[in-house]
């Protein structure tokens, strides 16, 4: 874990990798503050780089979007689990072998790019089968993909997200997708490319020659995980997928170095954002931890959360009891505004 030397958090980083949607974007709509954070990360001379598991886009598709949405981008800062397995496939095959796509068109495009031939049923005799996130996906190629793995084509998946986030709530993802046809095949995918493999965050820091980088992201299964394998700090944002309960919940591979409400918080001192690792934990285990209006007061495999405050803070002060043995169903409210708060967080200790 990286030692604050700047008096911002993102100060102490030469790389910050975005994820998409969830972080920048939900579906077609700017983040508030998203543009902002590129801008003035641009500014202080801190490179970028785009990292996404969604396989629907092309990078410079997914550049002219972002553009569009006023944050700055360029297709050479933005990476995708559909141009990195292409890239696979294409170190696997040889020119023309027909792959079944099961996907969008920007899927497609990606395996014709690397000389492959996309295809879409048995029939072709395809080497293998490439399956990522298409709105379009349905039962018929579907069908197709599980004969052909049957008949002993390598099965390669963009990405396992089980979801994607929505301004009406998560959409069945990827991972939805795949579990269909590991469900018909009884067996999982060859490989998994996308997020958390740590293979789109390496390329982007490679890219970059970045020492120093930062992952941020919004889901703890794909782009924290994928972080922690990769050997980087990472942000945790609340404003997609994964929430305040699925932190105090996670386990050590899915933690990351700092969680906040948004982007902003890159802009703020680091010791603002800051969660428990491995060296710090245990001095914070004794009676009571408070900071910023809270209090928790562990009592063995139990604790109380009282007060009010910053959502953030009282989250920060409950992972450093529940990553050190306290059930998230033990923690207890001890005053109306704790019990609002873990109320909204869907906790049952706020009952």
């Known amino acids: ?38 801008e003035r990360l641009r500014s202080g001379g801190t490179s970028i780089a785009y990292a996404t598991n969604n396989a629907s886009r092309r990078a410079g598709d997914v550049a002219a979007l972002l553009t569009g949405m006023g944050v700055s981008a360029e297709p050479a800062e933005v990476l995708t689990s559909a141009g990195a397995s292409a890239a696979l496939l294409a170190e696997r095959f040889p020119a023309g072998a027909p792959i079944l796509v099961v996907g969008a068109e920007a899927l497609r495009a990606e395996v014709r790019d690397v000389g492959l031939t996309p295809v879409g049923s048995l029939e072709d005799g395809p080497v293998a089968v490439l399956q990522g996130y298409g709105p379009d996906v349905g039962w018929k190629v579907l069908a197709e993909a599980a004969l052909a793995v049957r008949a002993g084509a390598t099965w390669i998946a963009t990405n396992t997200d089980r979801t994607l986030p929505s ?79 699925d932190l105090l919940a996670a386990p050590e591979d899915r933690r990351p170095t700092f969680v906040a409400a948004d982007l902003s918080a890159l802009f703020r001192p680091a010791s ?36 009010s405050g910053d959502p953030v803070e009282a989250l920060r002060l409950l992972c450093v009891v529940t990553w050190t043995g306290v059930p998230v169903e033990a923690i207890t409210a001890g005053s109306g505004g704790a019990r609002e708060l873990l109320r909204s967080w869907g906790l049952p200790g706020s009952h």
């Open 272 to 307: 603002g954002s800051r969660l428990p690792g491995p060296a710090g934990a245990a001095s914070d285990e004794a009676d009571g931890v408070g900071a910023e209006g809270w209090r928790v007061t562990r009592d063995g495999d139990r604790a109380v959360l009282d007060g």
């Open 1 to 38: 874990m990286t030692k604050s030397v700047s008096d911002h958090l993102a100060g102490d980083y030469d790389l910050v990798i975005f994820d998409l949607d969830g972080v920048v974007f939900l579906i077609d709509k700017p983040i508030p503050g998203a543009a902002e954070a590129v």
């Open 167 to 245: 301004p009406r709530g998560p959409l069945p993802g990827n991972g939805s997708l795949v579990a269909v046809l590991r469900t018909a095949l009884d067996r999982d995918p060859d490989v998994v490319v996308g997020k958390p493999q740590p293979a789109l965050f390496r390329t982007a820091a490679t890219q970059a020659r970045a020492r120093r980088p930062l992952a941020i992201g919004d889901r703890l299964d794909t782009d924290i995980q994928g972080a922690v394998t990769a050997g980087m700090d990472s942000l945790l944002v609340l404003t997609g997928v994964s929430g305040p309960a």
